[in-house]
Nanobody, 121 residues
Framework: QVQLVESGGGLVQPGGSLRLSCAAS????????MGWYRQAPGKQRELVAT???????NYADSVKDRFTISRDNAANTVYLQMSCLKPEDTAVYYC???????????????WGQGTQVTVSS
């Protein structure tokens, strides 16, 4: 099993910045894609950004040029640097990782517990 622990959420004023972290631990052979998703009240969970094992990134149009996803493979950690935050970025942010526990094991995916990000003056 793989566990994810998120940190870095909080309350920030519009235009401010926050950095989210998500550390994976457990029976990890290899982590493939890592990503961040968010869910605002009354809305479906949506993709924010993903990063492959090779470092290729993908962003939702709504966060391009404001958010940056990165990863530290040695630490099994993914980050989301959020800048120029807007009230519409308010949501619970979840990290997700795709992994294997062994060379011949099936691919699995794990979700973090979520961290609240509130953008308000």
């Amino acid at each position: 099993q793989v566990q994810l622990v998120e940190s870095g959420g909080g309350l920030v004023q519009p235009g401010g910045s926050l950095r989210l972290s998500c550390a994976a631990s457990g029976s990890i052979f290899r982590i493939y894609a890592m990503g961040w998703y968010r869910q605002a009240p009354g809305k479906q969970r949506e993709l924010v950004a993903t990063i492959t094992g090779g470092g290729t990134t993908n962003y939702a149009d709504s966060v391009k040029d404001r958010f940056t996803i990165s990863r530290d493979n040695a630490a099994n950690t993914v980050y989301l640097q959020m800048s120029c935050l807007k009230p519409e970025d308010t949501a619970v942010y979840y990290c997700n990782v795709v992994y294997k526990t062994g060379l011949t094991a099936r691919t699995g995916d794990a979700w973090g517990q979520g961290t609240q990000v509130t953008v308000s003056s």
